[in-house]
Every structure is written in C-alpha cells, then in structure tokens.
C-alpha cells in the first residue's frame, strides 16, 4: 500500500468529513460575518434588531410550546395549531372591541386606579381567549384525533392539515371573522422608551428617536414577561403537579402509562388544551404588537414556530424555547443586514444546517437505532 | 452428527480480536476475542445485558466497534457498512423478529437474494429478456429456499400474518437466501415451544450441512444450545468468561455464578467435588 | 414462445388508449368544454405528481413535503425554455438546459461510480464535491450553450413551426424534469441520513424556499421574465390531452416496471424495516436517494406539464399550503397503490376543482374550502387507510408464480417433517 503523505492527508480528510464541515463552516461564518460588520457600523440599531427579535421570538416561543407539547405525545404534528393562534386573536379582538371587555373594571370599581384597571382587564381578555382556544382544542382532538390514534400516523397528519384548511377558511367565511384584514385595537397604550447613554426618555407621539438610542416600547416588556411568566407556569405543570408527571409518562409510553391507571385520553386532551392555550396568548401578544389580523395570521408564524420547535429538539420544552429564540433573531437580523425578501427562506436554511449537524435538533435526544 | 471438524492448519472464517464497544459511558463488550472455523456450530450464551447481541451487531456492522478488530475470510471488516458486510457472506436474524412486515413471504426472501439479482435497472424498466429470464429464476430460487422450510404454500401470505414459529423460520429462509457462508442467529429458540425448539434444532444442523455454512448463535434455552451447539463460548458483563465445548462449559464454576450467583457456584463445586469422590 | 405483452398489459394499454380516445372526442366535439378539458388535464398531471410521492413516501416511506418545490422547479424550468422559443425566438434556454443538465446528470453518475468505492466518506462531503462540479459544469454549459444556441434556432426554423415548438415544449418538459432530479439528488444526499419526520420538515423547508426564490426569481435569480411575484405570463398553452395522458402511461409503467423488480422489493424494503434490509445487503443510502430522485424527477415531468396548462405561473400555485396536495392524494387514493393513486388525482381534480366550484349554490363559493376538509376528514375517518388500501389492478400487481414443490423437500432429509 501506497502510505505516502498526501494519501494519508487526503484519508484523513475523508475519515473525517473535513470537506462537508469546511462547507458548512464556510456558510456559517460568511453569515456570522455579515452581522459583525453590522454591529460595527451601527452599534444602537443591531441592538435594535435584536430587541425586535427577542419580542417577535418570545411570541414564537409561547406557540412552539404548543406543538412540541402534542408532538412529545401523541407524535403528531399538528398543523391547525397555527390557526388556533389565528382564533386566540380573533378572541381577544372581539372580547376588545365588541364586547368592551377590557375595561371592566373600571366599570365595576369606578375608583380603581386607570393602570391597575388596564392590567387586570387585560388579563381577563387573555385568559378568555386561553380559555377558548383550549376548548378548541378539546373539540379538535375529540372529533378529529381522538378516533383516529391507532390509525396509521400519517391519517392523522393529514386529518390536522383538514382541520387547519377547515378553521381557516371557515374563519373567512363573511358571518365568522371576515376575509378581511381587521385593525386590532390594542387594550393599552403604546409607550415607547429611547435608551441612549443619556439615560431615558419617554417618547412623545411621532416624534423622532435621539440620535444613537435604541426604542424600547411597553409592548416588548408585556410580550417578554407575559411569555416568561406563561413559561415559568408551564415548567411548574410539567415538572411538579400529578398532571405533568402524566403527561410525561405517557409521552414517555402510552401503554405502560395506561397500565399504570393513567387516563391517557384525558391526558391527551389536557395537552392539547394546554398547548392552546399558550397559543391564545401568543395569539394576543402578537395582534398588539402587529395590530392587524386576518384569517390566514396563523400560518406563517404557526409554522415558523414550529421549525423553532424542530430546530430545538421538538419534544423537549426547553428547546422549543431556545429554537424560538433563534428563529427570532436570525428572522430579523437576515431580514435588517442579509436580504428582506429572503428572510423566511434564510431561517429555513438554519434549520436544514442544524438538522444536518444536529439530526434531531439541539435538545432532541439521538434516536438509537436498536437491532 | 460431526461436521468437517476445523483444525489448526485451516484459517478461521471470523476472527475477532480485543473487540471493545462503549455507549457513552458504558462498556458493553469488553475485549472480547472469538474464533470461527469454516463448519462450525457455535453458541453464544449468557445472561441477559451481557453483551451478547452488541457482540452481533459490531459483527454484522450496525455498531462500530469502539475498538478492536473483526476480519472475516481473511479482510478487516470492522467499520464497513451492513449491506456490504451481508454481501461479503454473512446474515443475521433478529432477536425481535424483523421480517418485511406488510410483504408477502415469498418478497421477503427475494429481498436477501437482490444482490445476486443479475439484472441491471435499466433491464427492469425496459422489461426485456434478461429481465424476465432473471427475474424467473430470482423468483424460483426463492421458491426453493420456501420449500426447505416447509413454507411454500404461504408464499403470497403477507408475513406479519404468519404464526410466530413460522416468521421465525421465514426469517432463517430470508438470511440464507443472502448467499452466506457465516449465519448469526439471535435467539431462535425464543418464544418456542420444546417440540418447536426440537424442531429448530434439528433444522439448525440441516442447513448447516445442507449449505455448508458456519453459524453462530445466540440462545438462552439451554437445552438447545447444549444440544445443537459444539463449542460454545459465555459472556458476562461484555466479557468472554468462557470458551469451550457444552461438558466443559456446563461445569465450568464460572459461568454457573454467571448465571445463579455466587452461592449456586459454590454449591456445584461442592458437589462436582463429591461426585468425584 | 411466451407472448411479449401479457393479458393485463394489454387491458392496461387498451383500457388508457381508450379512455384517452372517448374523452379527446368529447373535447373535440366540444361536449367537454375548456373547463372540463383543463379539470381532466390537471388531474393527470396532479396523477404524475402523486405517483412520485407515492414512490418516495408510499414505497420507500421517506415523509416528504418537498414534493410541491421539485414540481415548482420542473415548471418554471421548462416554461422558460418554451417563453423563450415563443417570444424571443431562440432556443437558448432549451440548448443550456439540456447542456447543463446532461453535462451534470452524466458528471454526477460517473462520481458516483468513483465515490462509491472510496470508504467512509460522509454525505455531507459528497454533497459538497457533487455541488462544486455541478455548479463548475453549469456554467461550462451556459457559456457552450450561448454559443451553439444561434445554429441550433436556425435549425429549429427550418422545421415547420408546429413541430419546432413540439419539439422545445417536449425537450422542455424533460429537461426540466431532469433539473428536478439533479436539484433531488444533490439535496436528498445529505438530508435522506435524517430520521423520517426531520427528513419531512427539511423538505418543507426546501419547498418553501423555493417559493420564496420564485417570488423573487427576476430580482435575485435574474430571470427578467419569470417576472417574481407578479406571476410569469405567455407561456405557449402546448400541453394537451395528448401529452398529458402519454406521459401519465409512461409514468405508471416505468413506475410499475421499477417496483416489481428486485430493485423495487429493494426500495420497499427500506420503508418496512431499514435495519433488516440493511442486514440483507440492501444499501439503503442508495434506494432512498434513488425512490426520491425518481419521485422529483416525476414531480418537475408534471410540474412542466401543468406549466403549460394555463399558460400562465405564480409562486403562490407553489405555496406550501398546497403542498400537501399530493400528500393528501395519495394518503386518499391508499399509500403504495398506484391504481388508488391515478384514481385520487383525478378525483381530487374533479371534486375540488370542479365539483366544488360549480355546485355550490350561489353565494356560497367561498365554501368550498369549508366543504372540501370536511370531506377530507369523513374519508379520514371512515377509511384511514384511503379508498383503495393497498389494492392494484392486475396490470400494476406483484406477478407471484405457481407454487411449486422443489425434489428437495420430497425426501426426508428436511427435518421439519417432525414439525406439524
């Protein structure tokens, strides 16, 4: 055998698929290098962009909990869920405008002071939209999914791509939520805060930022602690209450668990309304920080989340939050400093990349193949 | 029975040597070193988690070993792809069985004999004559497998309807349609019945003879491996404990504690020493 | 002397010819008015479509959603080789398409021949020495084509003009099903090591991505007449009944002839279990990227097809939502049934497209996307397996010989005699 050097190089570099990883690494820093030049030449406005990206990833996050909720157990990727976060708005639009409800108590205690007032009321619209888009999904997965589990998987893939034409183009329909594209009217006031090294300032109406600040607006702050507090909430379902140690049971084994007295139905359903739940609220935080809404919102952010879930690991809750978060970011950093137009498609060659050196995402656990 | 017993001057069939196997931090195989000779009946035993299957799917390249080395007919195979390692002359069967579920019996065994097709794609898209004259003899050539194995009446039952039994015989029928000269066997026995094990082990010897194959097999009946088996070596917690033919090992004091503990090691002891007595 | 055509290849063949004859009289008598032809005509080409995912999610089981982005790249491929004959006059785009795409299909084989034999090189770096070549071969050919392109126009002109735009409008088609499968092959290599449902979303990605790039396909890919998101228009209207059910035969037999080969029992095999079909000497590698560069092959064949239906092409045709058509046609028609395929589709066609759009009652055109998941979800629900299971005509079927009793099994020495 022929052991000179270079044969011996160019083993090597086969052995150990230096030439796919030079690829891969020649792609990564070329991006990476394009945002460092960024954060170069214009400091306050990369952080801008990553403030941006933080409250559009925190909303994706709340829906990704959702789907790698459903995934983790029943193995379903459950493609109406982007239109139950379709529907959470349209809950909450209606519970604002029609019906008013955010003010109530103002109504009720006229001497409540005006912030704490706005507060409370805008929970309750929250909550009710969390409340109906878990029915919701009750309703879903007891008509549509529940006859369906020991059917082969991919009926029930294509049941929840039904069911997702059906939520949408019903909510189109003249008599439901209009094919229109609606205003949303936002239960609180915006007020946007300059950050600069000069400290604070609040910003007036249609006045123009100080040079060299970075805008900071109520809505980002809502967005980001609503999404962590809901987050937090979850956690604690999952890891400490009777419910979640089911709900990991049977994601981990659906026989065992119903050997062991679990009702798994139930706990199925749960999951589903849970899951929808953060759906409503994303749902809501979403249509306040970009007030307008139409039947189709759902999909694109529903499956953006979802490639959040992917990219993550989908199954697990952590990942699903460091997904969104990536998605978030590297929507709008590639859309301020890569190409606008190409934005969507740059965060689906994340995902491709990482699935190529991660197959199962960053959380996801290996799949081993057992013989 | 005997068979063309192996003698120091023929060179084995499969060596294996210093073979290692870690997953994470677990070292399921252990250097262990086995050797096979053209003809051989070997067994494969010992408790469950000792490495036994791991020691299998290193051989027939669904693992890579973590170190050590596998030469089979003489070529380092360690590290090679499955497909290419069967189409270098050895087949497996499962511990679970894995035939094609939803095809029919006679497709299942086609598949294992695809490598010896004799007919390039093109021939099967354009149907001509070597197609249908290849295709035809594919088609019996499985046929006769069927037949040694008493099931071609059920050529077109689709396999996962079959009994248990017979899915494990379908299973053999498929590995030796490969063409192999080296059979693993996984648990064959398991599952079965004592007449459907006499049954196994009769058949064991059969194709061994009527293929001229070596064949290594994993089994935790005793009484097939004792009976079917003519050297036999033990693994526990990923290492070769002991080697030898079915007296030796049966007294061996180590492998019965493998087996039954301490205590039970003792107690054979003692009364191997008072039977001698 | 055994017949070259046997019972069920003739019944297949006369049944298709006839068919074809009934309804290309009917069209012709204007029985069948535009409406009704076009509805025909798309359900062959949404058949073509199915037929390839079925072969890489019905028989080989990879979940693929990236079926919609190879029929979008196989019809803007061969509508801008056709626009370009039809309004400038030059056949440039059909003589660098057919260069690039021979240049790289025959570069791709002949390393596929040399990497197979070097050991232990991952997909990733195959990928990437394929994509290298690829991409040096087709600017080799843009630059050979530009060249060549002028004599083989005038060529072309001498030809009387109906089969001149015959010929660019077939070679169109092919080639664009060819750049389908090259694109397939190149991105199936590393992406087909995923496990099924990440395989499924990476294609998702991938047909999205496409969609995204047509929509800017004259600003950043350059083609001026693709003319992005504002939809691609005079696109000559040549695929008719003709070509449509020609090519649907052709698809179904080398499909049928793939399948029930060793080859084909060697692409099921990678559906049923990828562990024992490796442990029986299948290269799964090589089945998967084979069923799935076939399948793409058959989706850019349709998408060229359809490209020349309504003459007209938008990226929102290729949105991901409509993706899961073929899914659903083919989970509908019954997974790995080819017969159930060619039935969904054209149902499908019929029902949605036809159907739906002329039954409703007034005022309620905009149910029919309410109507059309409901009934998705009854078929669902009363028959999770589809309409037709895994049943085939007798054309399409596995050919199982007559039983027979080897002299082996006559004698005593199988020792299963003991075994009742």
Partial sequence: MNTSPIVLLIQKIIKKGWLG????????LLAIWQIIVALQANPSLFLQQVINGLQLGFVYALIALGYTMVYGIVRLINFAHGDVFMFGAFVSFYSITRFQLHTWPQWLFPSIPHGLGLIIGAITVMAISMIACALLAIVVERIAYKPLRSAPRISALITAIGISFFLEYFAALNFVFSPNFITYKRPVEVVTWAIGLNGITTLGNGKAPPDGTILFSNIALIIILTSVLLMFGLQFIVKKTRIGKAMRSVAYDKQTARLMGINTDAIISTTFAIGA????????????????????????????????????GIGSIPGAFIGALIMGQAEVLSAAYISTPLRDAIAFSILIVVLLVRPTGIFGEPEREKA | MTSPKSTAATEPLLKVQDLSKNFGGLRAVNRINLELYPGDLAGLIGPNGAGKTTAFNLVTGVYQPTEGKISFKGQEIAGIAPHLINQMGIARTFQNIRLFPSLTVLENVCIAYHSHAGYSMQDAILRNKNFEVKEKELLEKAQDFLSIFHLEDRQSEIARNLPYGEQRRLEIARALAANPQLLLLDEPAAGMNPNESLALMELIHFIRDRFKLTILLIEHQMRVVMGVCEKITVMDFGEVIAYGAPQEIQSNPRVVEAYLGRGAAELSEKLQRSKAQ | MKNIFSKSTLWFLGSAFLIYAVLQILVSAEILNSFWNTIIRIGGVMAIVSIGLNLIYGFNGQFSLGQWGFYAIGAYAAADVTYRWQI????????????ATLLSGFAILWLRKRLSTVRGLDPLSAFTIYLAVTIILSALAWWLGTLISPTVTNGLNLL?????????????VVFGAVVAAEISFLFGLPILSLGSDYFGIATLGFSIIIKILLDNSDTLLGFQEMKGARGMVGIPKETSLFWVFIFLVLVVVITRNLLRSSYGRAVISVREDEIAAKAMGIDIAEYKILAFVLGSFFAGLAGGLYAHINGFLHPNTFNFIKSFDPMIIIVFGGLGSISGTVFAAFAWALILEGVLRLFLPQGFETWRFVVYPILLLITMLLRPKGIFGDYEIPFLRQVLPKIRKTSETKGTDSPLEAHP
């Avoid at chain 1, 990883?21 to 990564?28: D, H, N, S, Y």
């Avoid at chain 1, 920080?289 to 989340?305: H, R």
């Avoid at chain 3, 400038?88 to 260069?99: E, P, Q």
């Fill in chain 1, 21 to 28: 990883k030079t690829f891969l690494a020649l792609i990564t």
């Fill in chain 1, 277 to 312: 739940a953060l759906a409503g609220a994303a749902g809501m935080l979403y249509a306040i920080a970009f007030p307008q809404i139409f039947f189709w919102m759902g999909i694109i952010p529903g499956l953006k989340s979802f490639v959040a879930a992917v990219l993550g």
């Fill in chain 3, 88 to 99: 400038n006059k030059s056949a440039d785009g059909m003589v660098v398409l057919a260069l």
């Fill in chain 3, 160 to 172: 009387p003009a109906a089969v001149a735009m015959q010929i660019v409008f077939v070679s169109g």
